[in-house]
């Protein structure tokens, strides 16, 4: 618990390997695995199951057979077929057994799309796979974003079915029949087994001690060399040691029944450590090994001639503590009732430049181009969105005399005296451009009085018995003037829940906001000697117009699962069942 | 009516980071000393295996006078020449009393250490809670009024204990 709100770099580096294991800080070799795979930050397995109702009845003699076709639609509008179902026959209600999985990422907008189709008996002989989908009676289509599933408190969405072409025109849709999603999240991503293990016996490595044994403990993978999973620390001079606890994601090591190599190793400053043993053992054969309370004999591959026998050794492993515990997950807490709050600040700074003029950052095109700021607004706001159920998002704007008012740093954007809020991403551009011609630009650009009244917001929602998480977006083109108030107040934000992603637009240099990400230096300190208790800020450079600015706002985005769960988890706070 | 003078606070010295002695990481045996007042302190437990990151997750139940504003955290590390203080922080009540969050609020906090120099020393890690009986909590969010003093918070906080004294 202690390691959740401490210096996470920091602390792993001091204690280093996994006898400090943080569930939100993996250890690298994890995270290397998982990144060659693709898989970035915090992931979840999502299963999806589907079920049907008054599908339409294509069939002449019979009612329809119906199979459904599961894609994933790109940004650019592709579509990528997910899986297929199995076909079900003579049904309008089908329930249907195949299941997909897919990787839920928090931060794109994952949309699918669901095609239902009639497969006609002369096909049935063929496997699903091969059908060819031209062929068959198309029943209907309907699309989703994943998160519209995910945070749905029972985890599942009906959707009205359309056909193809009434989806274009805007005509009231026949009732073609219902489908509804299911999004079960895969019990093995939370669960998390604990061990503590010890040997007894090991041989004498070192020639004037004792051996100094530590554990690696690797998943063994088809024709290929083991991957690390997890490493104790290095007990010295012992040659019966009993190492901390370990821990396991389920998922980290496949499933329960995955082979796993459990290495002896005596520890040489010089890093060539000698295997001093090993054994094969799944975890469900180390909970036996736990149960029984014997323990198991280790083996070393020894040359003998040409080949490497087995030599089984006197020294054996015993596992003393051996316990499983289900850990809630980010989506876990969704569908418990929390939710995500966005709120939005702009710098309305002269250094933007005249947003009359067309090098303006602020510039407003008539071609309908959208310029930096709204850029930022729309890609993270339309991930965001789905994660806040009223879709009312305070918005502020900084660094400009409203209506020829004093300068102000922290005004509403809406132009009210009263409230800050909009209504949905629209509503924020709307009094984005109307903010343009109302405020005069001026300056200097300070952060902290923005983040106070995000902090304000975010208190008097836990004051209110709120169960919410805010990400306040603040999108600048310039270096902030008034660094150490910025720090105070993000210091004192550190203990609520509030996360903070700050979008730097233009060619500024933008040095002093990389400090305020701590995840890039030292941990922020305020005047007085206060350390933020947690990393609650994200900065990014959103420059490039042509490439990669999709990647930025996830690199932007990536990081508020964690922050959120450092947050909820450290004060143990359990999402409501539901 | 001691209760109306003090308050009850949980403190839970979680960790410490890149301790230094002179300059030095400190091997073993840091522990930390909480002061409310001059003459009144708890410690934590020796840690004797984080080194100069020490972990001591351990809950010390403090009683705050009303007037203090500031509570003292003395890491400390034993050593053969006797106890020696290694860094000091003072957390003004203010961070974790009063505001607009529920008073009962569990407050993450961390803090600088200064050594007797006031050179900048580790950063020490703990959990702050305000201890409420039941019937003063509902009474917090209705009044909703921020608080910077500790002394005006003792006003209201008193104000508070007669409102609830209604039937609810």
Not at chain 1, 91 to 116: D, G, R
Request: proline share 4%.
């Amino acid at each position: 618990m202690g390691n959740c709100c401490s210096d996470q770099a920091g602390g792993r580096a001091a204690v280093g390997g996994a006898s400090s294991y943080n569930p939100n800080v993996p250890n690298e070799a994890i995270d290397q695995f998982l990144k060659s795979r693709g898989y970035n930050g915090l992931f979840s397995q999502i299963e999806l199951s589907y079920s049907a109702a008054d599908l339409r009845d294509r069939d002449v003699l019979s009612k329809s057979d119906p199979m459904l076709v599961v894609y994933t639609k790109g940004r650019d509008g592709v579509l990528e077929e997910l899986g297929r179902t199995e076909v079900i026959l003579n049904s309008l209600n089908p329930t249907w057994i195949t299941k997909h999985t897919i990787t839920y990422h928090f931060e794109i907008v994952q949309t699918l799309v669901f095609h239902a189709y009639d497969v006609d008996t002369q096909f049935h002989s063929v496997e699903v796979k091969m059908l060819k989908l031209d062929e068959q009676q198309f029943l209907g289509e309907a699309t989703c974003a994943l998160s519209e599933i995910v945070t749905k408190s029972n985890r599942s969405l009906t959707l009205d079915l359309v056909h193809r072409e009434e989806s274009t025109r805007s005509t009231c849709p026949r009732n073609i029949g219902k489908l509804t999603v299911r999004a079960e999240e895969s019990l093995s991503s939370k669960t998390t087994t604990e061990m503590i293990l010890r040997c007894s016996d090991l041989e004498y490595k070192d020639l004037f001690s004792k051996s100094d044994p530590f554990l690696i403990i690797s998943k063994e993978v088809e024709n290929g060399t083991p991957i690390p999973v997890c490493k104790t620390e290095v007990i010295k001079n012992d040659l019966k040691p009993t190492w901390k606890r370990v821990f396991l994601n389920i998922q980290q090591v496949g499933s329960k029944d995955s082979p796993l190599v459990i290495e002896c190793f005596n520890f040489n400053s010089n890093g060539k450590h000698d295997l001093i043993g090993k054994i094969h053992k799944s975890l469900a054969d180390l909970e036996k090994l736990h149960s029984s309370g014997q323990g198991e004999n280790l083996f070393l591959p020894t040359l003998v001639g040409h080949d490497y026998h087995n030599k089984t050794l006197k020294s054996q492993l015993f596992v003393e503590k051996f316990s499983q515990s289900v850990e809630h997950t980010f989506l876990d807490y969704l569908a418990g009732g929390c939710e995500l709050n966005f709120m939005v600040a702009i710098d309305f700074t002269a250094s933007n430049g005249n947003p009359r003029l067309p090098d303006s950052l602020h510039y407003i095109d008539p071609s309908g181009r959208p310029n930096a700021y709204q850029r930022a607004i729309i890609e993270v706001g339309e991930v965001l969105q789905f994660y806040d159920s009223d879709k009312r998002f305070p918005a502020w704007g900084f660094g400009a005399r409203p209506i020829d008012g004093p300068v102000s740093h922290c005004f509403n954007l809406n132009g009210s005296s009263h409230y800050c809020e909009v209504e949905g991403i629209q509503g924020i551009m709307m009094a984005y451009t109307s903010a343009l011609l109302n405020v005069s630009l001026a300056g200097p650009t300070l952060f902290g009085p923005v983040i106070t009244n995000a902090a304000l917001i975010a208190s008097q929602s836990l004051a209110s018995g709120g169960r919410k998480y805010f990400v306040l977006l603040i999108i600048t083109d310039g270096v902030v003037t008034d660094l150490q108030e910025t720090k105070d107040a993000l210091v004192k934000a550190s203990d609520l829940p509030l996360s903070i992603l700050i979008v730097g637009v233009g060619g500024a240099d933008f040095k002093e906001m990389e400090i305020l990400d701590a995840d890039k230096g030292e941990r922020l300190e305020n005047s007085t000697g206060r350390v933020a208790s947690r990393d609650i800020v994200q900065f990014v450079p959103f420059r490039e117009v042509q490439s990669g600015e999709i990647a930025v706002v996830q690199a932007l985005l990536a990081e508020l699962p964690t922050q959120f769960l450092t947050y909820m988890r450290t004060r143990d706070i359990q999402p409501l069942s539901s | 009516m001691a209760s109306t003078l003090s308050r009850t606070l949980e403190i839970t010295v979680i960790s410490g980071e890149d301790l230094r002695n002179d300059r030095r990481p400190i091997k073993k045996n840091a522990f930390v000393v909480v002061r409310t007042d001059p003459y009144n302190s708890r410690r934590t437990d020796m840690d004797t295996d984080g080194g100069s990151y020490p972990k001591w997750n351990e809950k010390l139940v403090v009683d705050l006078p009303m007037h203090a504003q500031f509570i003292t955290l003395e890491v400390q590390c034993k050593t053969s020449l006797g106890d020696k203080t290694v860094g000091t922080a003072r957390i003004p009540v203010s961070d974790f009393v009063g505001g607009y969050v529920p008073e009962s609020y569990l407050h993450f906090l961390s803090y600088r250490l200064r050594d007797h120099n006031g050179e900048r020393n580790g950063i020490v890690n703990i959990s702050v809670r305000v201890k409420v009986p039941e019937y003063a909590s509902c009474s917090r969010t209705e009044l909703g009024i921020p608080m910077g003093m500790g002394v005006a918070w003792g006003q209201r906080n008193f104000g508070g204990g007669i409102v609830t004294g209604v039937p609810v």
